[in-house]
């Protein structure tokens, strides 16, 4: 899922090449990706965005006579800056957006469509998209202890709740977390003040530089390459793979769908998390620790 760095990108680009600039026409090919009625969204068309905006990890684009489009692009819901009039793609399209100078994709891959449009009036409805979690890029160290200790909850589900923090998602939580030498599955009731200020620190650390990393990557153009599984990624998607900083294997806790990755050396003393898939498996024969498992 696009998170903070990657909306960030989005929003960027997008900003240079709409901002001002008429939407002549939206072309719906996927009637479910419309989550809203009133108004309908062809009340949009003819009309001149004013503004667009980070909302978590949702875009929001801003038309005259105070009204919203707010995108939401889910798991693999992505943008493409296309020529004038490009066509929907048949299997992963869900619209196209025309404008005088190009035509703006919205696509989704796989089975299960989830990426929504709303179009809203007023800034109330806007701010009713908002799931209330704090930017963490311009909190407060005291406003991030409140909202990390609000419950006591494992650091990685803490840092995804986009009740607590805004546009933190899997992937960036890993990071996260490695940056900060922390365990996932730590309860946050039981950091210490030092833990604590360390996660702050490297919350702010990891997704400023990865704000600048797709910069870096986008240099002025579309940011076409959006992916939850960046080549230079620390531990995301890199399960069995060295640890940049240590050179232990990456491990991975899977559960559902998603997979937390971290590197054991540097965030859990050596101590192996327990994996649904494998420790259903295994059962007692489980490793606890690297030592355990390189000997079997």
């Known amino acids: 899922m696009p998170e903070l760095p990657e909306i960030t990108a989005y929003v960027e680009s997008l900003r240079r090449l709409l901002l001002d600039q008429p939407l002549e026409r939206i072309r719906i090919a996927t009637p479910s990706l419309l989550r809203s009625v009133d108004p309908p969204y062809s009340v949009l068309q003819g009309r001149t965005i004013r503004s667009i905006e980070r909302l978590g990890k949702r875009i929001v684009f801003g038309f005259d006579d105070d009204l919203f489009m707010v995108i939401h692009l889910m798991i693999t819901g992505r943008f493409r800056w296309k020529q004038r009039g490009a066509a929907v793609p048949r299997k992963l399209g869900h619209a196209a957006f025309d404008f005088p100078h190009g035509t703006l994709l ?134 069995g793979q060295p640890c940049p900083r240590c050179g232990a294997n990456v491990q991975r806790i899977v559960y559902a769908s998603n997979e937390t990755n971290y590197c054991a050396a540097c965030q859990t003393g050596g101590r192996l998390l327990a994996d649904r898939a494998l420790s259903r498996l295994l059962r007692q024969d489980w490793p606890r620790t690297l030592e355990e498992l390189e000997e079997r």
């Not at 908002?130 to 909190?139: A, F, K, S």
């Not at 990393?213 to 390459?225: N, Q």
């Open 106 to 239: 919205l696509t989704e891959a796989g089975t299960k469509k989830r990426a929504s449009l709303h179009v809203v009036r007023g800034q109330d409805a806007v701010a009713s998209h908002h799931r209330g979690g704090i930017e963490p890029l311009d909190v407060t160290r005291a406003a991030f202890r409140e909202a990390l200790l609000r419950e006591n909850r494992t650091l990685k589900r803490a840092l995804t709740d986009p009740r607590l923090f805004s546009g933190i998602g899997n992937a960036h939580s890993d990071e996260i977390l490695w940056e900060a030498k922390l365990s996932p599955v730590k309860l946050t009731h039981r950091l210490g003040p030092d833990e604590i200020e360390r996660l702050y620190d490297a919350t702010r650390r990891s997704l400023e530089a990865w704000v600048a990393i797709l910069r870096e990557e986008t240099a002025g153009g579309f940011p076409e390459k959006i992916t939850a599984f960046h080549p230079r990624m620390a531990v995301h998607g890199r399960y």
